[in-house]
């Protein structure tokens, strides 16, 4: 996978929990966790790549903060348009 993607889970027709899949490359597992703020939790392969951001309180993230651990994580930004699903319902 060469882009990131946003994968978001419903309930009752609000966001429950969402997934930032971060580019990688056929094979890549989680190996570990780390917290990176509130409501965000990075998944990291054994050799310490990224590949993806859980966000477990979708209605407190906003485009900034998240920007702000990917730019740390050396990934692709996000626009508002890009997590607007977070704001459905």
Known sequence: MRSSYLEVTFRRGRPLAAYLYLPRTPGDKSDHVEEAGAGLLVDYTANGK?????ITA?????VAELNQV??????PAVTNEDIAPLRAA
């Open 50 to 54: 990224p590949i993806g951001i859980e």
């Open 58 to 62: 979708p209605a407190q993230v906003d």
């Open 70 to 75: 990917l730019v740390h994580l050396h990934a």
